[in-house]
């Protein structure tokens, strides 16, 4: 019996030694991975310095509005996953891509991720960076809570919200969050470069799948993707979003004209996703909402049809 729990010990701690070697080199690859791929990292827009840490805004375009982008949780290149849908948009409007704290070329920082926090980031970041409310939003996911919360809070800043599959604060009610063990567990892995062994994950984002970027964009957009996955800020918002949508919930439906896109719900972990998303717009007074066969970064599977009918939408507002 001792012999056997002497064998049983020894395995294990070979196993452990195994580990921490296989643990050494990728997080050995992934550094001289990191430094290598930084040249690729210089932010096409302007740097801000928002509440003791840099935040990331892109621009382009002109006209008299302005629609700003706001991504959904976890996207590591909001800039280049947006690059379809709103270079589709920019020969009329201003646009302006914010990339939030953990998010793309943002740095990652110590920075409270409630929904207060995370919206004032947001308005200062742009302000910063030259642009000017009113603004049309084009909240992605779960930046759909943000948005609302910006009509519900400085409702002269937003004219209108056009929601990319946007969550509303229903959707937290059922809406499955990973355990914080997990989400430990997932961030350490991207952290010291397991993702790496896996390409075919950021291979499958959707900006990368629809074509719409070139081949050098690529490459800039998973040289952003191992830079900012699972950061800690992102995590932190998972963690806050039942908090942060129960207070949106509290204040009720902003007084503003509504535009949604949905899509056919089947990535998204919610049975209902098309019905909350029907029921939320059915109560807003301006209010349209339109289903599009695809997954849930719908801007990349229907960037011509959706860039099309916010034109109409924007066009129509007073």
Known sequence: MRVWLKRIGYSIIALLGLLLIFISISFTNHWIQLKQESALLVPPGTMVHVNNHQMHVYTEGAGSRTLVFMS???TSAPVLDFKALYTRLS??????VVEKAGYGFSE???????IDTILEETRTALTLAGQQPPYVLFPHSMSGIEALYWAQMFPDEVEAIIGLDPAVPEVYEEYPLPSPGTMALTGLGARIGIT??????????????????????????RALFYKSTQTSNMNDEVKMIRDNAAKVLE????????????????????QNWKAVLKNYI???????????PGGHYIHNEAPDRIAEESKRFIEQLQ
Not at 196 to 221: N, T
């Open 72 to 74: 959904g949780g976890g």
């Open 91 to 96: 020969d009329q409007y201003k646009v302006a």
């Open 108 to 114: 990652t920082a110590k920075v409270s991720r409630d």
């Open 196 to 221: 790496r062994f896996f390409p075919g994950i950021v291979d499958s984002s959707a900006a990368i799948q629809q074509k719409h970027l070139s081949s050098q964009e690529e490459e800039l957009y």
């Open 251 to 270: 204040h009720g439906v902003p007084d503003v004209p509504m535009y949604f896109f949905g899509s056919s719900g089947e990535e998204v972990p919610v």
């Open 282 to 292: 059915a109560s807003v007074k301006r209010g349209e909402i339109l289903i599009l």
